[in-house]
């Protein structure tokens, strides 16, 4: 007996203790006892481009509740992850339902290459999140032209003294000739009544008088109003026509301080017609989408202006996707930089041929809000910008444009464009001659020397860049 | 008595005019000529009707049955003509925006582009432009969008995507995969080929690449099989 119990205790508590290991394995789900730390790595790097924590959906539905749904299912659970194709072949009725609700909009999840101890920890961190962690406030850098200005305490122009000072002189006008005719009335009155009339010098006669007495420096205050007027209204016809600084209200209050210098996006991702169109081009919207269908909220105004853009397109946040046959709302932008019908520009010439650097023409984007004409003040002030060429006239004029038609220098070896043209030139015999010709008779740069190759940099004046028809036809 | 009336009427009538020129923000100014502004042809990107200030005097809007036209596209099917060397590349794309599409893309669509220092570079800079804020510099989603918290999970081209083929990879870049939309509107065929073709390159961690005499991209040397083929195509 005693050398049964000798050989059968050992095995015994073996056995029981595997089994009670074995029971715990099962009984402890995987949506719980990972690390979360873990969990949220991985979690981050592998499954936060379409999933949330939440249960709200981003590419797919949200994770939240996922322990309950999937309850006594982990087995079945890391297949899914693992390889959600085969997790179906199952024949699971949870799993077929799920293929059925939602593979046909949001396609099928890639292959997740995590071990079954990962998915441990990703569990985990769905199930408890992370504690609520608050979010580091971090220090804004990217800020607006008006914040700047704010800061420099520059406000907004100060033209509400010039408005008391008109007021305040119309009001004394209207008081003057008020107590003028008031008087004049009396008198007639008097005059009616056969009463004495006030004979004594009205106030425009005393002021006449007093004017008179004082006439240097009534002459001077004169003199001076009338080259203030003088300048003031040459100022005024001057600016017609000069819409710098022209910030128009728009539909959605779009920051381009948050997305070009918080993010770094390039322009022409949005204006992506700029290289190879007359227009730079207004992303429509499904170019927003690329980014806001992840990005429901934004750090200034929240869901509401990312809103119109669901509104416009026809998006359901809600679900993560578009709505099916919805009519398309267009977003009505204002223009900002408007030129008169009768001038020509072609932004590719500029952007491709050229290769000028946006800023060159539009100034510090990066810290407007919305948009707004640079003045050619911002651009010159510019140190950013490699190359840049500083003009004097105002933003948008003609007197801009030949500015730095003349200053600007067009490298011609290493452009294609006017190799491709010189080709073209060369190509004939009559191309040959008239180039040759030109070259020796037109073409002397400063020293007077002639120009007679292609290794020469001219500016853009002296390749007819001030041809009247270039820009006017 | 009546010339002070003229006065007061005339300051107040300057006062009145000079008040109308800078006081509302969405006004740009006074234009010359405005006629000269507006184009009796259609133009891109001129309000026909929508603005008080950009607008167009209402007869001529009778007269032409303005609407605020905007976000048209094409109609479907169209093919752009821009030349011949372009025409491998504006027929439409076979395959639609579906899950099963997406798995044919891998076998079915192969690039017809040479792995050329003259793609390469292309593709470098378009992803450059388009890419970057998201995929970052070197591919590995690392891009100030994601870094700085706006998007989590972008994948690394390097790890993650190592093996995903050209086609899915196109596929991808045309019809938008999971989280990211469709770029099909802002670059054309040629070009997201040539971003591939790049893709390509941060798939096996090329960051700086080198070419051969003729132009071909040297491929490093645990792929061979890969490059013979690319070469033949």
Redesign the interface.
């Known amino acids: 007996m005693k050398r049964l119990s000798e050989r059968f205790l050992p095995r015994f508590i073996l056995s029981t203790a595997l089994f009670i290991c074995f029971s715990l394995t099962t009984w402890a789900s995987i949506h719980e006892g990972g690390d979360v730390v873990k969990g949220k790595q991985l979690f981050n790097a592998n499954c936060a481009s379409c999933h949330k924590i939440t249960d709200e959906v981003l590419a797919a539905p949200g994770l939240k509740g996922i322990d309950q749904r999937w309850k006594g299912k982990d087995e079945l659970l890391i297949k899914w992850i693992q390889n959600p194709k085969a997790a179906a072949a199952t024949g699971d009725p949870y799993v077929k339902s799920l293929v059925e609700k939602y593979v046909a909009t949001y396609g099928w999840m890639a292959n997740q290459a995590v071990s079954a101890e990962e998915i441990g920890h990703i569990l985990t961190y769905v199930k408890e999140g992370d504690g609520g962690s608050a979010p580091v406030a971090e220090e804004n850098t990217c800020l607006t032209y008006e914040e700047m200005q704010a800061a420099a305490g520059q406000g907004k122009e100060n033209d509400g003294l010039i408005w008391i000072i008109i007021i305040g002189v119309i009001l004394a006008i209207i008081g003057v000739s008020a107590a003028n005719i008031s008087r004049s009335l009396k008198n007639a009155m008097n005059e009616r009544d056969g009463k004495p009339i006030d004979e004594s010098a009205g106030y425009w006669e005393s002021a006449k008088a007093w004017m008179w007495r004082h006439k240097v420096f009534v002459s001077l205050t004169g003199l001076f109003i009338f080259c203030y007027l003088v300048v003031g209204l040459y100022g005024a016809l001057m600016d017609i026509g000069v819409y710098e600084a022209y910030k128009p209200e728009q539909p959605i209050w779009f920051s381009h301080a948050s997305h070009v210098c918080k993010y770094e996006i390039d322009c022409q991702y949005c204006h992506s017609a700029a290289a190879e169109s007359k227009h730079a081009g207004i992303p429509s919207a499904n170019v927003c989408m690329n980014c806001h269908k992840g990005i429901k909220e934004g750090p200034v105004s929240g869901k509401k202006e990312i809103a119109k853009i669901y509104e416009a397109i026809g998006f359901d946040p809600a679900t993560g996707t578009y709505i099916e046959n919805y009519e398309q709302k267009p977003i009505e932008w204002n223009k900002v930089h408007n030129l008169p019908d009768h001038v020509y520009f072609n932004h590719s010439q500029h952007v491709t041929v050229a290769g000028l650097d946006c800023k060159q023409c539009h100034g510090p984007v990066q810290t407007y809000s919305v948009g707004r004409q640079a003045t050619v003040e911002e651009i010159n002030a510019q140190d950013d910008v490699p190359g840049l060429i500083k003009l004097t006239k105002p933003t948008l004029t003609m007197g801009w444009c030949i500015e730095c038609h003349n200053k600007a220098e067009v490298d011609l070896a290493s452009s294609a464009y006017y190799e491709e043209m010189h080709n073209r030139f060369t190509s004939n015999e009559l191309g040959q001659r008239f180039l040759r010709s030109y070259l020796e008779e037109n073409l002397k740069k400063g020293d007077g020397a002639p120009v007679d190759s292609l290794k020469t940099i001219l500016s853009v004046k002296q390749l007819g860049g001030w041809e009247c028809g270039k820009c006017h036809y | ?1 009546s010339r ?2 003229y ?2 009427a005339t ?2 009538a300057v ?1 009145v005019g ?2 109308a ?2 006081t509302d ?2 006004s ?6 405005p006629d ?4 009796p042809a259609l ?5 026909y009707g ?2 008080d ?2 607008d167009f005097t209402q007869s001529m809007k009778d007269k032409a049955g303005f609407v ?4 048209r596209k094409p109609a479907p099917g169209t093919i752009p003509y821009v030349g011949a060397e372009m025409a491998p590349f504006v027929m439409p794309y076979p395959l639609k925006n ?2 099963d599409d ?1 798995e044919r893309a891998a076998t079915e669509i192969k690039s017809p582009l040479l792995s050329t220092r003259e793609h390469i570079e292309k593709g470098r800079e378009v992803y ?3 890419c ?3 995929h970052g510099e070197a591919g590995h989603g690392d ?3 994601s870094t ?8 690394d081209y390097a790890t ?1 995507l190592k093996d995903l083929p050209e086609g899915k990879i196109f596929h991808s870049i045309t019809y ?8 099909a ?3 054309n065929k040629l070009q997201r080929w040539q971003v591939t073709e790049w893709v390509k390159c941060l798939q096996q961690g090329i960051t700086d690449p080198k070419f051969d005499e003729n132009g071909m991209l040297i491929k490093p040397a645990a792929a061979p099989a890969e490059a013979t083929t690319a070469a033949s195509r």
Do not use: F
């Not at chain 2, 740009?28 to 000529?33: A, S, T």
């Not at chain 2, 133009?43 to 309000?47: G, I, N, R, S, T």
């Not at chain 2, 605020?68 to 976000?71: D, R």
């Open positions: 008595m002070t009336l006065t007061i300051i107040l006062a000079l008040s020129c800078k923000p969405n740009p100014g006074v234009e010359y000529m000269m502004y507006r184009s133009e891109a990107y001129v309000d929508t603005n200030y950009m605020p036209v905007q976000s579906t899950p997406y450059t432009k388009m970057l804020h998201c891009g100030l969008i700085k918290g706006a998007i989590a999970g972008i994948p993650k938008g995969k999971g989280l990211m939309g469709q770029h509107s802002l670059i």
